[in-house]
C-alpha cells in the first residue's frame, strides 16, 4: 500500500469487518447468558449479577452499531442532499467537515468497548463456575 486512498480502502475493510464480528458476537453473548439462566417456580428468570451485566453490555454493544449506521446515514444524507440543493455537481470534489464523523466514531468505538465488557463479566462468571 503506498497512498491514501489504499490506506482507507483498508480501514473500511477492517472496520467493516470489526462490525460485522461485533455483531455476531454480540448475539452470541445474548445466547450465553441465556444458557446459565435458572427459571423461577414462579415462571420468572433469574440471572447472576455478572450475567445480568453483560446482556446490558451487549444489548448497549448492538444499540451502538445500530446508532453508528443510523447517525451516519441520516447525516451523509443531509450533507449530500444540502449540496445537491446548492447546485453542487454530483462529480464535483468537496471537503466535508471534520465533525460529521465525530459520532459514528464515538458509536464505533463504543460498541467494542461494550462488547469488551460483557465478554469480560462472562468469562468472569466462567472462570467462577469452575470447580476444582
Do not use: C
Not at 50 to 61: E, G, I, Q, S
Amino acid at each position: 500500500m503506498s497512498n491514501i486512498k489504499a490506506y482507507r480502502e483498508a480501514y473500511y475493510g477492517y472496520s467493516g469487518k470489526l462490525s460485522d464480528n461485533v455483531r455476531t458476537l454480540a448475539l452470541a453473548s445474548v445466547a450465553i447468558v441465556w444458557t446459565f439462566k435458572v427459571d423461577n417456580k414462579s415462571g420468572g428468570v433469574t440471572l447472576h449479577a455478572d450475567l445480568y451485566w453483560a446482556l446490558l453490555l451487549a444489548m448497549l454493544a448492538m444499540a451502538s452499531d445500530l446508532l453508528q449506521y443510523f447517525y451516519g446515514s441520516i447525516a451523509w444524507g443531509i450533507y449530500t442532499w444540502r449540496k445537491e440543493r446548492e447546485g453542487v455537481g454530483i462529480e464535483a470534489p468537496l471537503v466535508a467537515p471534520s465533525a460529521i464523523n465525530w459520532p459514528t466514531n464515538i458509536f464505533f468505538y463504543a460498541k467494542v468497548v461494550f462488547l469488551a465488557g460483557a465478554y469480560g463479566l462472562i468469562i468472569r462468571f466462567l472462570i467462577g463456575k469452575i470447580q476444582y
